[in-house]
């Protein structure tokens, strides 16, 4: 519970408490039919389900080459550190958005994202795919040759795909700190708790990632511009050459 508490306490907009960070999810929650606040509760939620599922795919497509003990302790580091950065990453969350031209970056890196993802699912490729994950036999992503290449490219790999998802999440909802709040609990929780599943899931319905690619692809958009051009909070990269 402490974790939690101090989760959504520091990625509130401002030092809010937590009776005031509840509040806010009160007020936007209570107000989620408003067209608003539905689109950004839904993008959030699309964002937080299609990453964490492609997190678990990569994870698995890399440590597939590798000995069954050996894989399997690959992909267990691999969950668990994603969870450990999500974490991190949502406790400075405040801070980063005010980082110049963080936002800016992030949307090109969410466009990165969006590509390759769109690869995967439009193309896929041959891995051998490993058994603890669904789907990550149309990767298209190289397997590790060894157990410290695997761990390294899972080290890589886990923190800008945890860095994107804070990133899509806060830019999705930053005009609704309650849903940002509940946006980043959800990243946390789906990706410890639920990311094979889902990577499951995704492989059968294959909408679900489409959907999702699309939503990633319009936050990407909106963040490149509002990192451009800046906002009330922030300023932008533009800021830089006047």
Do not use: C
Request: charged share 15%.
């Amino acid at each position: 519970m402490s974790i939690l508490t101090l989760l959504a306490a520091a990625v509130a907009s401002g030092p809010g408490s937590p009776a005031e960070i509840w509040q806010h999810i009160v007020a936007d929650f209570s107000n989620i039919t408003e067209p608003a606040a539905l689109a950004a509760f839904g993008s959030v939620l699309m964002i937080d389900l299609v990453l964490a599922g492609d997190n678990a795919i990569v994870v698995g497509a890399l440590a597939a080459g590798l000995p069954a003990e050996q894989r399997k302790k690959v992909i267990l580091i691999g969950i668990g550190a994603a969870l450990v950065l999500r974490i991190l990453f949502a406790l400075i969350v405040t801070w980063l958005m005010g980082i110049v031209g963080l936002i800016f970056a992030g949307g090109l890196l969410l466009l990165w994202v969006s590509w390759k993802f769109w690869r995967e699912i439009r193309e896929g490729g041959h891995n051998p795919g490993s058994d603890e994950i669904a789907g990550d036999e149309a990767s298209g992503i190289r397997s590790a040759k060894s157990f410290a290449g695997a761990a390294w490219a899972v080290a890589v790999a886990d923190v800008s795909m945890s860095l994107d998802n804070v990133l899509a999440v806060a830019g999705a909802a930053r005009e609704h700190p309650g849903i940002l709040v509940v946006g980043l609990l959800l990243s946390v929780a789906l990706m410890g708790l639920a990311a094979n599943f889902i990577a499951r899931i995704i492989n059968k319905y294959r909408w679900i990632a489409y959907v999702g690619l699309a939503v990633i692809v319009f936050v990407a958009f909106k963040m490149i511009y509002e990192g451009w051009v800046g906002s009330e909070n922030t300023l932008g990269v533009a800021s830089l050459f006047g």
